[in-house]
């Protein structure tokens, strides 16, 4: 992809700043009409759950906002064998327009991006 950036998630949304940081980056990324991708993987699948509920926490919820960065384009992928590692994969909870990738087609995605942001 030209002109592309892929930011890479591993960490779980809740807890610590690096998730609210990747996805401010990518509104950025995606405001200046760059490809842009986020790959969730490890912990970091948690990020895509759709429902989530941040009630009782000083954190906010992310989910309502991968929305608006796909209907700009973004691309929302999470590694399916993460997801299955956690016991995430069969129920289907996921943020609309998220896909599930296995590990070539990650490896692919990461290799034919020209930068990748990790949090």
């Known amino acids: 992809m030209k002109n592309s950036l892929c930011i890479l998630i591993r960490r779980p949304p809740y807890g610590q700043i690096h998730d609210a940081e990747a996805l401010r980056h990518l509104g950025g990324a995606v405001a200046e009409k760059l490809a842009t991708c986020a790959v969730l993987i490890d ?6 759950r759709d429902g989530q509920d941040a009630a009782g926490t000083a954190w ?5 906002f991968w929305p608006q960065h796909l209907a700009k384009g973004a691309r929302l992928c999470i590694h399916a064998p993460s ?23 990650v490896t692919q995605l990461l290799a034919e991006c020209d930068a990748v942001m990790v949090y």
């Open 43 to 48: 912990d970091g699948v948690y990020a895509a």
């Open 60 to 64: 906010t919820a992310q989910s309502p």
């Open 83 to 105: 997801a299955r590692a956690r016991g995430l994969l069969a129920d289907g909870r996921w943020v609309a327009g998220a896909e599930l990738l296995d590990d070539v087609a």
